[in-house]
């Protein structure tokens, strides 16, 4: 007995610099390390729901976040940005002058001819907000009164990962925090049942797309691992290990997750190592889920007109429809930022035919979620995001003159993307790109600054949210960003 005091009393004893700091953070060394460290570093720490000291830092506009992540880059010049001379000019090369200085893919970067691709439907003016919208999207035509269309969308990537990673995350490689996850770390959650980062995913289902969908996009970086994304499945339990095995009652459960998490705190007390209470944190939302998300998931209790309204693919377990229905369910239950990954449109070679199946899969969705929002009084403090990672080149790939085997490549030196609700002003097209739909002429919006703008709807200063890792201070926008206020309402 006093051979296992003695060990123990080493074991708490032998404490590493890091371990020590630490237990500063939650001790007597508080005020001390906050003056070192900074606010954040030690909310790191903390297992309520509140976020960083100090945050909102500004009247937030937004409560929630919808982004619809449209993975593979949808065709800006079929859809969005209207450029009725493109019909006249197919099959002409686009000019050197126009082309100069625009970074393209390995795929078409040496081509020797450029020809103009004119759109593949014809456009028409909606009444109420005078945007011209393609007839690939009627449903989002009907809703553009409500909608701030961005015509003027930059980024200097032009590959899938790279560009994802940087809208998500605000760099090019994997490793940085993702734009979920800093809004739970800088605004904490607001449900006790759910979590406050929640992803799903989807994609077409001709598997016409072959772009992977990597856990980092929704990871947490080097932040705490829980404020990282939640991930819903399609199949089966929404949650991996949601339902106990046969013979294990509630009561069991709670009382094995209180002796863990009893067995989590002692061990934080010797290493203050801030996983361990996210583990805890963890495990105590897994038990609150198992009764949540199974009523999430329920839709029986649904009106029919509103499942009508979102389409027929909302009865299709995994599809965007669906997805987009259960995001209006989450957002009213209080999860604050929904991530939803819909992969399908790198329409390399089969834009004829793959372009026009994407777009009635999830334009109805997207438009149904923004009317369904509105109704329910969720639109105003609810931002909803529809783009890509980047746009397609108005040339375009392969032979244009076969009716069915040609498409445009990636283009990310101008594209568009739509956000409504949530303190945009609605009804607006910001930004202008010149005749072939190639450069921006007006109000360039780059990644960064999108970003801040996000941020600023959420009562968020992007450049004050930020982490201390490796002696630095990282934040979502880098070092970079510029609030678009024209766009706020």
Same mark, same amino acid.
Request: glycine letters at 10%; charged letters at 20%.
């Given at each position: ?312 693919? /909302? +009865?299709?377990?995994?599809?965007? $429809?669906?997805?987009?229905? &259960?995001?209006?369910?989450?957002? @009213? %239950?209080? !999860? ?108 360039? /919006? +780059?990644?960064?600054?999108?970003? $801040?703008?996000?941020?600023? &709807?959420?009562?968020?200063?992007? @450049? %004050?949210? !930020? ?23």
């Amino acid at each position: 007995m006093i051979d296992m005091f003695l060990q123990d009393q080493a074991r708490r004893l032998t404490q590493t610099r890091r371990q020590f700091f630490g237990k500063s953070a939650t001790g007597v060394g508080t005020a001390a390390l906050a003056s070192l460290l900074g606010k954040e570093t030690l909310s790191a720490a903390s297992t309520s729901g509140a976020g960083v000291p100090g945050f909102p830092n500004h009247t937030a506009k937004a409560k929630r976040v919808i982004y619809l992540m449209q993975a593979g880059g949808p065709s800006h010049l079929d859809i969005f940005d209207y450029k009725p001379q493109m019909y006249g000019r197919h099959g002409e090369n686009i000019p050197d002058s126009i082309r100069a200085g625009v970074r393209l893919s390995t795929m078409t970067g040496s081509y020797k001819e450029y020809p103009v691709l004119r759109p593949k439907k014809e456009f028409r003016q909606d009444r109420n907000s005078g945007m011209w919208l393609s007839d690939l999207i009627p449903h989002t035509r009907d809703i553009s009164d409500k909608i701030c269309l961005i015509n003027s969308m930059n980024t200097e990537a032009v590959n899938h990962a790279p560009a994802v990673t940087f809208f998500l995350t605000g760099h090019q490689l994997p490793g940085r925090p993702s734009m979920g996850a800093w809004t739970s770390y800088g605004l904490g959650t607001s449900s006790e049942d759910l979590p406050s980062f929640v992803v799903m995913l989807s994609r077409d289902k001709e598997n016409s797309c072959g772009q992977l969908f990597y856990d980092y996009y929704w990871g947490s970086g080097f932040i705490p691992s829980k404020y990282q994304g939640v991930k819903f499945r399609s199949q089966g339990d929404p949650v991996l290990y949601l339902s106990d095995p046969k013979g294990l009652s509630r009561d069991m459960k709670k009382g094995m997750i209180d002796d863990i998490a009893a067995l989590n705190r002692e061990h934080y007390e010797d290493v203050a190592d801030p996983e361990i209470q996210t583990r805890i944190a963890q495990y105590e939302m897994a038990y609150r889920m198992q009764t949540s998300v199974p009523e999430l998931s329920d839709l029986s209790s649904e009106p029919q007109h509103i499942l009508d309204m979102y389409g027929p693919d /909302v +009865h299709r377990p995994g599809s965007f $429809a669906r997805n987009c229905l &259960l995001a209006r369910r989450l957002a @009213e %239950r209080g !999860t604050q930022f929904i991530q939803l990954m819909h992969a399908g449109w790198d329409q390399h070679q089969n834009i004829p035919t793959q372009l026009e199946i994407q777009c009635k899969d999830t334009d109805q969705p997207a438009a149904a979620l923004v009317k369904d929002l509105d109704q329910r009084g969720l639109l105003e403090d609810t931002l909803v995001i529809w783009g890509g990672e980047f746009g397609r080149t108005p040339f375009g790939q392969g032979d244009i003159n076969n009716p069915k085997r040609h498409g445009r490549d990636h283009h990310g030196a101008a594209f568009s993307l739509w956000m409504a609700g949530g303190g945009v002003k609605p009804g607006i097209q910001y930004g202008k790109t010149d005749d072939y739909a190639y450069n921006i002429v007006e109000n360039k /919006v +780059h990644v960064h600054d999108f970003q $801040a703008t996000v941020m600023h &709807l959420l009562g968020i200063d992007h @450049e %004050r949210l !930020t982490y201390r890792f490796q002696g630095r201070r990282f934040r979502l926008t880098d070092v970079h960003g510029h609030v678009v206020n024209d766009i706020v309402a």
